[in-house]
Antibody
Framework: EVQLVQSGAEVKKPGESLKISCKGS????????IGWVRQMPGKGLEWMGI????????RYSPSFQGQVTISADKSISTAYLQWSSLKASDTAMYYC?????????????WGQGTLVTVSS | DIVMTQSPDSLAVSLGERATINCKSS????????????LAWYQQKPGQPPKLLIY???TRESGVPDRFSGSGSGTDFTLTISSLQAEDVAVYYC????????????FGQGTKLEIK
């Protein structure tokens, strides 16, 4: 069974750094893209970016390029989303999600979400 | 970027009745070389992550009830629930995955479906 298990909720102050994680299991981690989706409170879904852990090919939405960093550690089947300096506007639920094999397209499997709250 | 626009923003339908949600893309998401529409539909219930319902515009994901169907091509798409059940109350999103680099596989703004 494919599972994506995300790290727990975080409460941070503006300017702090943060790295959240998404651990994949039940499939070959290096053979599938894995992406990140933001959902701000009461709002819709926003596609942030995606990484192919097999070769670390990473693609960002222009809206998120330079604002976050997506990475993966294939030795522990884990993808990451990180910020160097959080803003209050980064407060949101963040989901990792995995497309089917061979495509960075639609998301077939989703993590449970990580709630990030940024407040002074 | 390809902009996805759903209509209506919210919808109230009686149990057992048909629900129809529309999604329009700002440019075609039909790839001519394989004649596939790069369009997916998701369902999100409160407090849950989204769930994939439909991909390639009309292919139902495994385990999704057959009352859910997708149709359309090019720029205009529809998600239809043939006979609304109470458990279908959710927000529904379309997503295009056609964009070539820079990839921005944009979602529609969502349609909230409620029981009338």
């Amino acid at each position: 069974e494919v599972q994506l298990v995300q790290s727990g909720a975080e409460v941070k102050k503006p300017g702090e750094s943060l790295k959240i994680s998404c651990k994949g299991s039940g499939y070959s981690f290096t053979s599938y893209w894995i992406g990140w989706v933001r959902q701000m409170p009461g709002k819709g879904l926003e596609w942030m970016g995606i990484i192919y852990p097999g070769d670390s090919d990473t693609r960002y939405s222009p809206s998120f390029q330079g604002q976050v960093t997506i990475s993966a550690d294939k030795s522990i089947s884990t993808a990451y989303l990180q910020w160097s300096s959080l803003k209050a506007s980064d407060t949101a639920m963040y989901y990792c999600a995995r497309p089917p094999v061979g495509s960075p397209g639609y998301f077939q499997h989703w993590g449970q979400g990580t709630l990030v709250t940024v407040s002074s | 970027d390809i902009v996805m626009t759903q209509s209506p923003d919210s919808l109230a339908v009686s149990l057992g009745e048909r629900a129809t949600i529309n999604c329009k893309s700002s440019q075609s998401v039909l790839y001519s070389s394989n004649n596939k529409n790069y369009l997916a539909w998701y369902q999100q219930k409160p407090g849950q992550p989204p769930k994939l319902l439909i991909y390639w515009a009309s292919t139902r994901e495994s385990g999704v009830p057959d009352r859910f169907s997708g149709s359309g091509s090019g720029t205009d798409f529809t998600l239809t629930i043939s006979s609304l059940q109470a458990e279908d109350v959710a927000v529904y999103y379309c997503q295009q995955y056609y964009s070539t680099p820079p990839e921005t596989y944009t979602f529609g703004q969502g349609t909230k479906l409620e029981i009338k």
